[in-house]
């Protein structure tokens, strides 16, 4: 009897089979029209559709009890409510005969609910069984088809005492269709700066953002987002409430943007409130702040600071229509003080729902509860040191020659907006690596003998101070961006056959170099 079910390709549905003949009765049972839901694959507790059944006894007959048994394709999870066994599936009686509610006790892919006596009421009277808040777990689906079927066992109170059975039937629709909800984490750059550079003596108090990006939250169906109980919308409370257990919602959906590789002297701003479409994202029990490290923000904002290197924003669905599928853009910044972070990899985000947990076989102990998974990760900007590297082609402390070296931080200057530098004011000491002949030792990491080169300012020295004898190709290594430098080759420079040739260092690529002033981070604002 328990294991007692049917299948069909398409839509699920019950076999119309009744039977159950005892001296002379006949208990005949029929349903009415279903809706076939949309059960998400990522949820362990989605909702069946309501199942209305009419059972009618034969003539004359007296009046039944009995138990009603619903077999369901997948674990049945219907929350429990204090005796785990017994829980929010429940069964409503109506009729001329005993009425009454019924809480279903589940095992497996089966829950039961005893009738009381005279529910099936004497003669040819009907008595109408509603059955709802039938949960199970959608992650567990394999085929996207969810069936359905059930019998009633019923006895006659006599005399003679006897038992029977009755198939229960449902319409042609199904239990539910499983579908995949929500989209993989997806990155959007029309407002990004994909990647900051951090210096090792930047002036600027804060620069924000340093790394600014838009974490894409795709509803991959119309209406998947669901509200803890809001009356009119998508919602994941039971079509019976009986509070404080019996239905009820422990909280609306929950989608969690993760944020991995985050610096720990970092602060994470996202918007408190994404609305797209009638449906409302909100980061819930949140406080809004409405000044960021560089003024104020064109909409409220909250707060996070990294938890080992993650923060987890968490959207509770807290308004809900039909009208999608939809895209929520969250626009994701992070600020931090000067000389804070060093350089890194880049910032990940993921996107899932919660609350999460392991897969379930059993009543759940609270709605939702989605399939703890591993989302896959993309990737945002990184943190690169501010750098230069200049590259003098040739220089030479060879056959009379010496060469100049000029090493200029240009990163003080007027060429930002009304006057205002696009470039933090930075300093640090140049290192200097040699190869060709003659190199010295060490040949590489050489300071700059002027040594901290402040900004605005320029230090100028002969190679013959720094590497007597060597002739070949230098690089100067700066810790800062905007650097710059001349080489200045001499030959006898105060005789008649003295010989000059002068030329501009390469400025290789990076985060140096005045062409990067355009994109500067520290010229973005919130």
Same mark, same amino acid.
């Given at each position: ?35 076939? +839901? ?23 007959? +007296?009046?039944?009890?009995?138990? &009603?048994?619903?077999? %369901?394709? $997948?674990?049945?999870?219907?929350k ?7 829980n929010e ?8 005969? %005993? ?33 709802s808040?039938?949960r ?11 069936t =359905? ?35 993989p984490?997806? !990155? ?20 924000a953002?340093?790394?600014?990006? =838009?974490?894409?939250?795709d ?6 987002? $669901? *509200? ?7 919602? =994941?409370?039971?079509? &019976?409430?009986?509070?404080?257990? #019996? ?5 609306g ?14 602060t ?12 409302t ?15 104020a /923000? ?15 924003? +968490?959207?509770? &669905? ?18 931090f ?12 985000a ?18 939702? *509860? ?14 690169? #040191? ?12 060879? !056959? ?28 640090? %000491? ?11 030792t ?6 700059? +003998? ?5 900004t ?5 020295? /002969? ?11 230098m ?17 006898? @420079? ?7 040739e002068?030329? @501009?260092?390469?400025? @290789? ?12 981070? =520290?010229?973005?604002?919130?």
């Amino acid at each position: 009897m328990s294991n007692f079910r049917t299948r069909i390709l398409g839509l699920a549905t019950f076999a119309l089979v009744c039977a159950g003949v005892s001296y002379g009765q006949v208990v005949t049972c029929t349903t009415g029209p279903q809706t076939n +839901p949309t059960l998400r694959s990522e949820g362990q507790t989605e909702l069946l559709a309501q199942m209305v059944v009419t059972c009618t006894n034969t003539a004359g007959s +007296p009046a039944t009890s009995g138990t &009603v048994y619903i077999q %369901t394709s $997948l674990p049945i999870t219907s929350k429990s409510f204090g005796v785990p066994a017994v829980n929010e599936a429940t069964l409503v009686v109506t009729g001329p005969g %005993t009425n009454g509610t019924i809480q279903g006790t589940v095992s497996g892919n089966q829950v039961s609910f005893v009738l009381p006596a005279g529910a099936i009421p004497a003669g040819a009277a009907a008595a109408t069984l509603t059955i709802s808040n039938i949960r199970v777990n959608a992650s567990q689906g394999g085929a996207p088809q969810v069936t =359905e079927s059930g019998i009633l066992s019923y006895t006659v109170v006599g005399p003679p005492v006897s038992s029977s059975n009755t198939a229960i039937p449902a319409s042609a629709q199904g239990a539910g269709f499983i579908l995949k909800t929500l989209g993989p984490a997806r !990155l959007t750059t029309a407002l990004t700066v994909l990647g900051y550079t951090t210096c090792v003596a930047n002036g600027s108090a804060f620069v924000a953002p340093g790394i600014s990006f =838009e974490v894409n939250i795709d509803e991959l169906v119309s209406g998947a987002f $669901l *509200t803890q109980n809001n009356a009119g919308q998508p919602n =994941e409370q039971g079509q &019976v409430v009986i509070p404080p257990n #019996i239905g009820t919602a422990n909280s609306g959906d929950v989608i969690n943007v993760t944020l991995a590789n985050v610096p720990s002297a970092a602060t994470i701003y996202v918007p408190q409130t994404v609305a797209v479409g009638g449906t409302t994202l909100t980061v819930a029990n949140s406080t809004a702040v409405t000044t960021g490290p560089i003024g104020a /923000l064109a909409v409220p904002q909250v707060a996070f600071t990294p938890s080992s290197n993650t923060v987890v924003i +968490p959207y509770t &669905v807290t308004n809900a229509t039909v009208a999608g599928p939809l895209t929520f853009a969250v626009d994701v910044r992070m600020a931090f003080a000067a000389n804070t972070v060093t350089a890194q990899g880049p910032v990940t985000a993921t996107v899932a729902y919660g609350p999460a947990a392991a897969a379930l076989s059993g009543p759940a102990s609270s709605i939702p *509860t989605f399939l703890a998974g591993t989302p896959t990760a993309v990737s945002a900007g990184g943190v690169a #040191i501010c750098q230069t590297t200049l590259l003098y082609p040739f220089v030479t402390n060879q !056959l009379g020659f010496d060469t100049g070296i000029v090493i200029a931080n240009t990163s003080t200057d007027n060429l930002g907006i009304a006057g205002r530098s696009v470039a933090a004011a930075q300093a640090g %000491t140049c290192v200097l690596s040699f190869y060709g002949a003659g190199a010295p030792t060490p040949a590489t990491g050489v300071a700059d +003998p002027g040594g901290n080169l402040p900004t605005a300012s320029t230090h100028a020295f /002969l190679l013959s101070a720094v590497a007597p004898g060597f002739q070949g190709y230098m690089l100067a290594t700066c810790p800062f961006q905007f650097a710059h430098g001349f080489g200045f080759l001499a030959y006898n @420079l105060t005789q008649n056959n003295g010989a000059v040739e002068g030329y @501009l260092a390469v400025v @290789l690529g990076g985060v140096g170099g005045r062409a990067a002033a355009s994109s500067a981070p =520290e010229a973005a604002t919130f």
